[in-house]
Nanobody, 120 residues
Framework: QVQLVESGGGLVQPGGSLTLSCAAS????????MGWYRQGPGPQRDRVAT???????VYADSVKGRFTISRDDAKKTVVLQLNNLKPEDTDVYYC??????????????WGQGTQVTVSE
């Protein structure tokens, strides 16, 4: 089993910053691509940023130049730095990690979600 624990959400004013962290634990043999997604009131969960094992990052157009994703493979963590936040960034943010365990091949795991609210 793999557990993902997220932290760092909260309320911030427009133009402010937040740092989201996600730590993976469990019977993990290998970690693949790690990333962050966000979901509003509807069912769709949209990709914000992902980072592969080589450090290559992909960002949604709406966050390019404002958000930065990074990973620490030794600690099995992925961090999303959110700068110059806008009200439209308000959503629940979910960590996503591809991992191989002692019991299964690579599959995607999701965190519990952390609320980010950007408001005056």
């Amino acid at each position: 089993q793999v557990q993902l624990v997220e932290s760092g959400g909260g309320l911030v004013q427009p133009g402010g910053s937040l740092t989201l962290s996600c730590a993976a634990s469990g019977s993990i043999l290998n970690v693949g691509t790690m990333g962050w997604y966000r979901q509003g009131p509807g069912p769709q969960r949209d990709r914000v940023a992902t980072i592969n094992t080589g450090g290559g990052a992909v960002y949604a157009d709406s966050v390019k130049g404002r958000f930065t994703i990074s990973r620490d493979d030794a600690k099995k963590t992925v961090v999303l730095q959110l700068n110059n936040l806008k009200p439209e960034d308000t959503d629940v943010y979910y960590c996503n990690v591809d991992a191989r365990t002692a019991f299964a091949g690579f599959r995607a795991y999701w965190g519990q979600g952390t609320q980010v609210t950007v408001s005056e």
